[in-house]
């Protein structure tokens, strides 16, 4: 008798330890636009929507770290993660602001461009845990996309085809992003110009027309 008196002391109290990690882990409200990730024994698991959420105590366990989703505004150096201390991702739109580029054009013309692109996180697993260097990833894509672009027509021709510029960056940009849950909202180059000495000698040439 006492031995099971001891067996059922000990299953009360562990199914108290169990309530008790339910109560205060198991419930997950995910504030809206937001979205957490739920890993099972370390493995990927499932992703929990704004509202009401519960997950298996022990077994589960909130994403808090080892995140690598970041976002550039205005250059390389101003980064802003797109993930709170409490795992809580992003799901708003949100912007990738890079350095303004010189590139060289078909004739041989240096043009400096300022590109913005718009984007979302639509589905969080693939963007926490199928790209690295995220932001450094988008950078690279840019560049490698403005630069044959901009090389495959001379100066003043880009300066006049601007929209295709985007639409066809925007385009590049969301085939090769497609596998990091992200969508591209919309890409915008702010601006295109020549450096200073360039665009003096186009002024002087038009003028001479």
């Known amino acids: 008798d006492g031995l099971a008196l001891d067996g059922m002391a000990v299953t009360l109290a562990l199914l108290l330890v169990l309530g008790v990690l339910f109560i205060f882990t198991g419930p997950q409200v995910v504030p809206d636009g937001k979205a957490r990730i739920v890993e099972r024994l370390g493995r990927r698991h499932r992703v929990l929507l704004p509202g009401f959420n519960v997950i298996v105590p022990i077994l589960d366990k909130i994403k808090t770290t ?19 201390e409490k795992g809580n991702i992003s799901l708003a739109e949100q912007r990738l602001d890079p350095a303004e580029m010189t590139l060289i054009a078909k004739d041989n013309t240096e043009v400096i461009v300022d590109s913005v692109a718009y984007f979302k996180i639509v589905e969080p697993m ?8 995220f932001a450094d990833s988008f950078l690279s894509i840019i560049l490698t996309t403005l630069r044959q672009e901009v090389g495959k027509q001379d100066g003043d021709t880009i300066i006049t085809s601007r929209d295709v510029l985007s639409e066809n960056l925007r385009s590049v940009l969301q085939e090769a992003t497609s596998n990091w849950g992200i969508q591209i909202m919309r890409v915008e180059l702010e601006e295109i110009r020549f450096d200073e000495e360039v665009s003096q000698k186009l002024s002087e040439a038009r003028k001479e027309e």
């Open 66 to 84: 080892g995140f690598d989703l970041y976002t550039i505004l205005e250059d390389e150096e101003k980064r802003a993660s797109l993930v709170d």
């Open 126 to 133: 693939r963007s926490a845990y199928d790209v690295a260097s």
